[in-house]
């Protein structure tokens, strides 16, 4: 299992990111990439469509539907670290697939998370990791995600409704913020191979523009809280905001490297 050192968990704090490209082990990464096209062609709620097209723009709890992505979800390598980034166990809040069609996949504008989820399912404190899996190679022109470091020690910013950059209102960042934050900041994007995996803040401000190139941009967004910060309000559908909050066991199976332990 992945441990961090003092010096990324500082890091963390600081910047409230840690990429690590080319994580994964390419076997595992090629089996969930080709359970895409099926998981895309399905006909069921927990699929979500663009606003100006019929392609998928979230594929919501994958893992009740498919075991690789179940198995994805109990990765060490994943929630060992978010568990020492949050400094304690934790439960899956929330996981998708977002698959960001070349030539039509849509921008997502400014945005916190953490926001929407202390609105909406009253969880009282910023205690989530959002973790990022490329199923996809992501470069610069495929629609890449950016991200403002050191946004999320501002806390929870002011909301902008934001009706038109999604496919469903999405609490955002004013203009203003935004620059404000890149003024005392700096913009990262991070790129690279598939399999790797970013772990970020919830607070963090971060958006991705649209991707006209021909090349699709997947990747999975899985969402940790710990045990102890739970919701009390349940208004969204059970698979885009859980309600099993049963610890999240790393499958061991899982893990990397001849010896079965990787540092980071």
């Known amino acids: 299992m992945m441990h961090l050192d003092q010096t990324q968990i500082r890091r963390f704090e600081e910047d409230g990111i840690l990429f690590f490209p080319g994580l994964l082990d390419p076997g595992e ?13 399905m006909d069921r709620p927990e699929i979500l469509r663009e606003k100006h097209s019929s392609n998928v723009r ?7 539907y498919s075991e690789g992505y179940r198995r994805l979800m109990q990765h060490p390598d994943i929630v060992g670290p978010v568990a020492q980034l949050l400094g304690g166990s934790v439960y899956l809040h929330q996981f998708s697939i977002n698959p960001k ?20 399912n009253r969880i009282a ?3 989530l990791v959002v973790v990022g899996v490329y199923l ?3 470069t610069e022109f495929n629609g890449p995600l950016f ?18 950059s999604t496919s469903y209102t999405l609490l955002g960042v004013s203009d203003e913020d935004v620059a404000e ?5 700096r913009l990262y994007s991070p790129l690279g191979p598939a399999g790797s995996v970013w772990m970020f803040h919830c607070n963090i401000v971060h958006g991705s523009n649209a991707n006209m190139s021909p090349s699709r941009r997947a990747l999975c967004t899985i969402s940790y809280n710990r045990t102890d910060n739970l919701p009390s309000a349940h208004p969204r559908p059970e698979w885009e905001a859980h309600s099993e909050f049963t610890p999240v066991e790393a499958r061991i199976e899982h893990s990397l490297g001849e010896s079965g332990a990787r540092s980071a």
Do not use: K, M
């Open 29 to 41: 990464v090629a089996e969930l990439r080709a359970e895409l096209p099926e998981i895309l062609a």
């Open 58 to 64: 979230c594929a919501f709890a994958p893992h009740t």
């Open 101 to 120: 069609a070349a030539f039509v996949g849509e921008a997502w504008g400014w945005h916190q998370d953490y926001p929407t989820w202390r609105v909406e």
């Open 125 to 127: 404190r910023p205690d």
């Open 136 to 138: 996809d190679e992501v």
């Open 147 to 164: 991200f403002i470091l050191g946004s999320h020690r501002r806390g929870v910013l002011d909301i902008e409704t934001d009706a038109t």
């Open 181 to 185: 934050l890149c003024r005392n900041g």
